[in-house]
């Protein structure tokens, strides 16, 4: 099983990025899809939740507006379109695969951003 997260980066206050998380090893039409961040010093929190066939969407108030999470089950690969970035989104940010149905939950091993001008 592998999860590989891309994209991150620095970016100025007010800038976007787009995050994707490829996977591979498991059957990703399956899994409950999300992004995960952690800043330091304080707990990894949930970011955004997207359903197994990408009909549900569930985001922190702080990101609503402005992240926008989708998948493509043709590549196996989760998104998450971050716009008008605040420096308190700074964090790294982890891909978070969960079965729809049993116990199996794979981590990716994160990707920093950081948002400074």
């Known amino acids: 099983v592998q999860l590989v997260e891309s994209g991150g980066g620095l970016v100025q206050p007010g800038g976007s990025l787009r995050l994707s998380c490829a996977t591979s090893?498991?059957?990703?039409?399956?899994?409950?899809m999300s992004w995960y961040r952690q800043a330091p010093g304080k707990e990894r929190e949930l970011v955004a939740r997207i359903g197994s066939v990408g009909g549900s969407t569930n985001y922190i108030d702080s990101v609503k507006g402005r992240f926008t999470i989708s998948r493509d089950n043709a590549k196996n690969t989760v998104y998450l379109q971050m716009n008008s970035l605040k420096p308190e989104d700074t964090a790294v940010y982890y891909c978070?695969?969960?079965?729809?149905?049993?116990?199996?939950?794979?981590w990716g091993q994160g990707t920093q951003v950081t948002v400074s001008s």
């Open positions: 090893g498991f059957t990703f039409s399956s899994y409950i």
């Open positions: 978070n695969a969960k079965h729809s149905l049993f116990a199996y939950n794979y």
